[in-house]
């Protein structure tokens, strides 16, 4: 199962809007991924956060490690269609052995 | 630079029988994860080899194990086969296990 909560499961976007999803834990963690993996490819690496309360931006994307480093977010400014796919938060922590666990994922779609 | 190689990249075998996927790293690279994953249950760990050595493991039967070679080339091997082993198998590569993990495109078994 999964160790971290993510949310939302899906959503739905209009080109142009803003978007937010989060991730979330009872466990402390000393790094977040994020990851977007488009059908048929493997997770292609977005943003990685490495300190409590880092803001790291990649071009629209702007994630940022939760000052009680138990959660992170993932902000999509001006949304385009090819930001459609899903998207998952990973993390590191010592309570799992320092393994990669991941989320559930955001399944991103275009409304029509 | 060349990207996380994963061959072949589908497969299709019948219950019972054993299976080994390749997975190739970032040139540089000396880590290499396994996860699997599935609609029900996402990405899930499988294990990591580092230099030679498994470092870290999941919780996956011992029908699954794994190797790395000397040139950080890594392989994974199923013995009889189950129909719940059907998933997208995916290796990631980075050049420590703390860096962030960079992933190939998968191998998509299915299980008759």
């Known amino acids: 199962g999964q160790q971290l909560n993510q949310s939302p499961q899906s959503m739905f976007i209009q080109e142009g809007e803003d978007v937010s999803m989060n991730c979330t834990s009872s466990?402390?963690?000393?790094?977040w991924l994020w990851y977007k993996q488009d059908p048929g490819e493997g997770p292609v690496l977005l943003i990685a956060?490495?300190?409590?309360?880092e803001l790291t931006s990649n071009g629209r994307l702007t994630a940022q490690f939760g000052i009680t480093r138990k959660d992170s977010f993932l902000n999509i400014s001006a949304s385009i269609p090819s930001d459609v796919g899903i998207y998952f938060c990973?993390?590191?922590?010592?309570?799992?052995?320092?393994?990669?666990?991941f989320g559930a994922g955001t399944i991103l779609r275009v409304k029509s | 630079k060349a990207g996380v190689t994963q061959t072949p990249r589908y497969l299709i075998k019948t219950r019972g029988q054993q299976v080994t996927l390749s997975c190739s790293p970032i040139?540089?690279?000396?880590?290499v994860s396994w996860y699997q994953q599935t609609p029900g249950q996402g990405l899930q760990f499988l294990f990591e080899?580092?230099?030679?050595?498994?470092?870290n493991k999941g919780n996956f039967p011992g029908r699954f194990s794994g190797r790395q070679f000397s040139n950080s080339r890594s392989e994974m091997n199923v013995s009889t086969l189950e129909l719940g082993d059907s998933a997208l198998y995916l290796c990631?590569?980075?050049?420590?296990?703390?860096?962030?993990?960079?992933f190939g495109d998968g191998t998509r078994l299915s299980i008759l």
């Open positions: 990631a590569s980075s050049s420590d296990g703390d860096q962030p993990q960079h």
């Open positions: 466990s402390i963690f000393n790094t």
């Open positions: 956060l490495y300190k409590a309360g």
């Open positions: 990973a993390g590191r922590t010592m309570e799992y052995g320092n393994k990669l666990v």
């Open positions: 040139s540089g690279h000396r880590s």
């Open positions: 080899y580092f230099s030679e050595t498994q470092r």
